[in-house]
């Protein structure tokens, strides 16, 4: 008789697991619990309710505007889908995480591993998008390096790129600022990237229908903090884990309540009809080109009004608002007028998605 083996590891705590990348639950506890006591020689559990984590750090002003860096690696498969590429989705992914600090970027560096045997002329394709991608937001590539490993050792080419900005003058933008009364803004559909890559990599047809949100949102974030100045608290691309998970993050920093409201909540139904199909939370599910906002009430009209007068935010709409209590939860006015505890991602949804 064959002994029966459990598909999972019953240790999960002794290995890396493909969850700890999906930007939800087990990566946090990965930061929380090991790499950042690690790096920072701090020790114990709380560092994450201490200390919020942004997409990129503002360094002290010395003199002039404040600076601000990020830096993000990209291993998505298939490099190539609807709508962009590992090459423009580099460039993408990057300026956006320095510009939800409320910063305009000014120049990236590319750091490239490529597997032995990768083609030239995909090397040279994703390249060109790269380029034309930094080149499309005003940003300039200004220093790099490339590596080569043997066969095996890479799946065919990973990107980190790293972002440098100068932030707005009066802006002031934290996942910890959200505030009571705060309300909450998205600027366009959910879902689009996530669904487009996995309908690509596995074949499943909808990317006839859809393509990545992926596109730069600094010129976005410089309407908004035009129109809303220091009322404008939070901003934030929910990419890994999705819109549930950035709003989860959200609340446990600030320590409030965010209540949204499905019906507001703009879903293509291409996007629908895959999650549908392959039992997805479209809440969980990846974007590239959207963003939001958490903005004072008497200033939210402004924002909004802003928002649609610029390209890739022409969809954007209220969402919901913030309370003060229950701190640290996400609460969601469903369809059918219920309410329901909505979650951060808590393993590994759709892998390898950026």
Not at 176 to 185: C, E, F, M, Q
Not at 338 to 347: K, P
């Amino acid at each position: 008789m064959t002994a029966l083996e459990c598909p999972l590891p019953i240790e999960e705590g002794e290995v890396v697991l493909l969850g700890h990348g999906a930007g939800g639950r087990l990566s946090a506890e990965l930061l929380e619990d090991l790499l950042l006591p690690a790096i920072s020689g701090s020790s114990g559990r709380g560092l994450i309710g201490r200390v919020p984590l942004e997409d990129a750090a503002v360094l002290p002003a010395t003199g002039g505007a404040e600076l601000v860096v990020s830096t993000d690696s990209f291993v998505v498969s298939p490099l190539f889908f609807p709508g962009g590429d590992i090459g423009s989705l580099s460039v993408h992914g990057t300026i956006n995480d320095v510009a939800m600090m409320g910063a305009m970027p000014t120049a990236l560096t590319v750091s490239l591993i490529i597997e032995e045997g990768l083609p030239l002329a995909t090397l040279e394709r994703v390249a060109r998008s790269l380029g034309e991608a930094a080149r499309a937001a005003g940003v300039a590539v200004v220093t790099g390096d490339t590596k080569v490993v043997n066969r095996g050792a890479a799946d065919q080419l990973f990107i980190t790129t790293t972002g440098l900005g100068t932030r707005l003058p009066g802006t002031r933008t934290s996942a910890a600022y959200a505030a009571p009364g705060d309300v909450v803004l998205l600027s366009g559909p959910i879902g689009l990237h996530g669904t487009t890559v996995l309908s690509t990599r596995e074949g499943l047809g909808f990317e006839s229908d859809i393509a990545t949100d992926s596109r730069p949102l600094h010129h976005l974030v410089r309407a908004i903090a035009k129109a809303g100045g220091s009322a404008v608290h939070v901003l934030r691309d929910p990419t890994r884990g999705g819109l549930a998970t950035t709003l989860n993050e959200i609340a446990r920093d600030s320590a409030v309540t965010v209540e949204i409201d499905e019906a507001a909540i703009p879903v293509p139904e291409a996007v629908a009809a895959a999650c549908d199909l392959l039992g997805l939370d479209v809440l969980h599910v990846a974007n590239e080109g959207c963003l939001v906002a958490f903005v004072a009430a008497d200033k939210a009209e402004d924002v909004l009004t802003a928002m649609r007068a610029v390209p890739g935010g022409e969809g954007a709409v209220r969402i919901g608002h913030v309370a003060d209590w229950p701190a640290g939860r996400v609460v969601m006015r469903t369809l059918v007028g219920a309410h329901r505890v909505v979650d951060m991602l808590a393993g590994e949804q759709l892998p390898r998605i950026c």
